[in-house]
Each structure stands twice: as C-alpha cells, then as structure tokens.
C-alpha cells in the first residue's frame, strides 16, 4: 500500500508512464512520482487535464482519487471495486446480516466514537471528558437512547468557544468537512477493499446514500479530525488555503491504537474493515476492531 498522499492544486496535465505519475504544470518542471508510493490523490483544480488511462491505472495500484468542488471540498471519489476475491460470498454475508448483530455493532462504534471525544477533550484539557466517558459505558444496543446525540451536544460545547456545527460561515466547519470526507473517501475504498457492499450499513439506510456502511465506520475517526481541526490556526481566516488542507491531510498518515498496537488511520481503514467482514461471518461483535485515539498530542 502507498503512503503518499498528493495534492494537485494548479493547472496540469496528468498522465502515466513506467508506472508512475507524470505530472505537467502549466507553469513549471515535470514531476514523476511512482504510483506504488501514492496512497490518495486529491484533484483540487478544475484545470487539470487526464485521461482513462491514468484513471485505470489508479485504480490497478489501490490509489484513491478524490475531486472537488468550487468550494475546494471532496465532492467525489474514485476507487477500485471487485478487487477481493470471494467479494460475491462476503456481500451475501453482509445483505443477511440479522438486525441483532447491526445493533450490536452500532453499539460498539458508538461507545468508540464517544470515548475518542472524550480522549480528545482530555488531551485539550477541556471540562467534560467524565461526562462523556460515563455515557460511553452506557450505550445501549442500537443506540436506543441517542447517546451520541446526546454526546455530541456536550463536546462541541466543550471542545470549541461560540461554535454551532451547522453554521457555513465558520471556516472551523469547512475545515471538519474537508476532514471527513477525506477519511470517508478511505473508507470506502477499504470497506470495498474486504469484499463488502459500502450502500449497506449497519445504521445508516438512506436509499440515495451509496455509501452508508462507509458512514457508519468513519464515526469512531471524526474525533481525529476534530482535534486536528482545534489544533489549527484559523484566526481570521475565511477558506481553506492549501496549507490548512496540507495539514488536514496529514490525518490519515498519524497514528492510533488498534488491537494495542500503533498503526496510522489510513491502514486503520483496512483492519476495521477486515474486523467487520470477521464480525459478520462469524455472527458475533467481537471481532470488530476499532481504532482509539492516542491519549498524547498527535500532530506536533
């Protein structure tokens, strides 16, 4: 797997020779990057030139291609699919999947999810972390109560000063969804990866969402994002520069805790979605592995 995470931001032309990435600006020197070293690739400018080629070869080497919109934002991704070996077998698995075992493991990425923003609470010295580690130990089947509803209200109390998550105005908003939809993007490509169907998730059922197991898995992560965000510098800042998005790909190259061992987030992609292939064939949550946030600062 690569470990490169390229961002394309000024005009070009992009193409493929001896298996690598040749990149052509309209205002300077080629640069060739082998594709085995690419982990994401993010088109961020309407002005960059490919073809299918390039596009098939992408996909050949397991690279995640995200384009954006005129905001700046990923408004789309490209990965490979049919690429695991008993991928028919896998999904029937999934598609009969009892509701039992679906509540069971929304469940455990609730609490996961939870006890993350309480991690990244302590590590910011915020009021709180308490709280939220009780309402972790008390999350139902199938999140029955809402806890993470109701968690979520304390955390962004705590988190951010005068913040509301739905304000487009505050670029700390537009800097938390960038973030997701790069870990999201990963996440569907891994889940793709071990053989499963992303439009069918274990909580999420929008029938116009192709990616809903995909949102399902990414909630334990979005505190990794949210610390990042917090560790930011965006006073008085309006939009995203390419700095701010540098640093906020960065995320997926940082480690966590997984199965007590330290890996980084794209590669924690990949075993949470192995652990959910596990977890379904064998009918039983444990198996499930979720990453946790490291109790240290992790972007120095």
Not at 5 to 21: A, E, G, M, N, Y
Not at 103 to 120: F, G, H, P, Y
Not at 175 to 186: K, M, Q, S, V
Not at 272 to 284: E, F, G, Q, T
Request: some cysteine; charged content about 25%.
């Amino acid at each position: 797997m690569g470990w490169r995470i390229v961002q394309i931001t000024k005009p070009c032309r992009l193409s493929v020779k001896d298996r690598q990435l040749l990149y052509a600006p309209s205002d300077g020197d080629e640069l060739k990057i082998p594709l085995e070293d690419i982990s994401v690739l993010v088109l961020e400018n309407k002005q960059i030139a490919l073809n299918c080629y390039l596009l098939s070869e992408l996909s050949e080497f397991d690279i995640v291609v995200f384009v954006c919109d005129n905001t700046h934002l990923p408004s789309g991704a490209l990965f490979p699919f049919l690429n695991h070996s008993r991928y028919a077998e896998i999904s029937w698995l999934q598609i009969e999947m009892s509701e039992p075992l679906k509540k069971r493991l929304w469940q455990e990425i609730v609490k996961s999810k939870i006890t993350n923003q309480a991690e990244c609470l302590e590590i910011f010295n915020s009021k709180n972390v308490h709280k939220l580690r009780e309402i972790a130990k008390v999350v139902q089947s199938g999140d029955a109560k809402n806890a993470e509803a109701f968690a979520a209200g304390i955390y962004w109390k705590s988190l951010f000063e005068k913040f509301n998550r739905h304000d487009d105005n505050d670029i700390r908003n537009s800097a938390l969804n960038y973030g997701y939809a790069i870990i999201r993007g990963c996440m569907a490509r891994a889940i793709v990866g071990a053989g499963l169907l992303p439009c069918f998730g274990v909580h999420h059922a929008n029938k116009l969402n192709q990616f809903n197991l995909a949102d399902d898995m990414i909630e334990p992560l979005r505190p990794f994002v949210d610390y990042q965000v917090n560790t930011l510098n965006l006073e008085g800042v309006t939009e995203l520069n390419t700095s701010i998005k540098n640093d906020l790909l960065k995320i997926l190259t940082q480690n966590c805790i997984m199965a007590n061992e330290e890996i980084n987030l794209l590669k924690s992609c990949e075993l949470m979605a192995v652990s959910l292939v596990k977890s379904i064939k064998n009918k039983d949550v444990k198996f499930l592995e979720l990453p946790k946030l490291k109790k240290i600062p992790l972007f120095e």
